[in-house]
């Protein structure tokens, strides 16, 4: 499919569909060095969307897993020994859709409703539980940034 194609996939799953839940699903908070306030931290933010459905259901599933790394000092990419790892967390979101039952959905079409829709929907629930629980950690509280979709590059 293209991206086109795609979106407008995830445009017709979410024009006949509705949410009616969100909730933690999953979460594993590490942190086994205390930052040095004298040097800068680095975040790398990851998050993984995906659809849960059976047919003939009324309702469906978006979930995203989340990573957060945060580290101190080196080149957070580089293998040197230098950069030390002050807090590592994971978590999973999930957010609970009904649907009419008389309704089908594709699985490519679900797949793009959770990059895009679905992922939309869950994100500030992940912005909210990042900010408290780098505050919670005794590091600045951190506020991700923006969402934003992927795209994937044309073939002209």
Do not use: C, W
């Not at 998050?47 to 995203?64: K, L, Q």
């Amino acid at each position: 499919m293209t991206e086109r194609e795609d979106r407008l996939s995830a445009g017709a799953v979410a024009g006949r569909s509705e949410i009616e839940d969100v909730r933690l699903l999953k979460t594993q908070v590490e942190a086994p060095e205390f930052a040095d306030p004298d040097k800068p931290l680095q975040f790398q933010f990851t998050s993984t969307p995906s659809a849960h459905y059976e047919d003939g259901a009324d309702a469906f599933i978006i979930s995203v897993e989340y990573e957060l790394s945060v580290s101190q000092g080196g080149n957070p990419d580089a293998e040197d020994g230098d950069e030390v790892i002050v807090a590592s967390i994971a978590f999973t979101f999930a957010a609970l859709y009904s649907k009419p039952i008389e309704d089908s959905f594709t699985d490519e079409a679900l797949e793009a409703f959770a990059k895009t829709t679905g992922s939309f929907a869950v994100y500030p629930y992940a912005r909210e539980y990042v900010q408290d629980v780098t505050g919670r950690l005794g590091l600045p509280p951190l506020t991700l940034g923006l969402f934003k979709i992927e795209s994937e590059p044309s073939e002209e």
